[in-house]
């Protein structure tokens, strides 16, 4: 599946800091305009906007600083609320706040991001944040490794050696050899 994102300049008159520094004097002029980069008016005005924008140019995914994060909300209840209406999945639609980080990778980290977000459509940030949540994200408290330690307890039961004989077996080479 291929996303397409828009970063969301101003939302409800509201802009980022960032915006407001790079333009400038200017500023004030996109947040009056039609840009696609611009949400203004009430909440269901601006929901119709992205649903207007969601079909005539297929953005799935927003991206908004933290600043005007807080007027969006209101538009993405209403888009959940419709979304079942419209027999829309409930993941379709969401607020995330994000914060944008730069890294770096080797040439064959890079290689391996790229072939797998074009072997899966998704996104390489999508990839890494999948690997950092995967990596760090699902900490385990003492407490669930000792209820896994004790559910594992006995596994062992009912084998003809202990696990030492077993680990000392496998390590003497035999099993390398071929019959």
Known sequence: MIELNINLAAVGGQMSRYVQMTMGERASELAASDAV?????????????????????????????????????????????????????????????????????????????????????????????????????SERSAEDDLAAMRRAFGAWRGRPEDGAAYVERLRTGRRLLLP
């Open 37 to 137: 980069s611009v949400l203004k008016g009430s909440a269901e005005q601006m929901c119709e906007r992205l649903v207007q924008l969601r079909q005539r140019l297929g953005i799935s995914y927003l991206a908004v600083a933290e600043e005007p994060m807080e007027r969006l909300a209101p538009v993405v209840e209403r888009l959940r609320s419709r979304a079942t209406r419209w027999r829309v999945a409930h993941d379709d639609v969401g607020l995330h706040h994000m914060l944008r980080t730069q890294i770096s990778l080797t040439a064959e980290e890079r290689r391996l991001l790229d072939a797998l977000a074009a072997r899966t459509g998704r996104s390489v940030a999508a990839l890494i944040r999948d690997a950092v949540n995967l990596v760090h994200g």
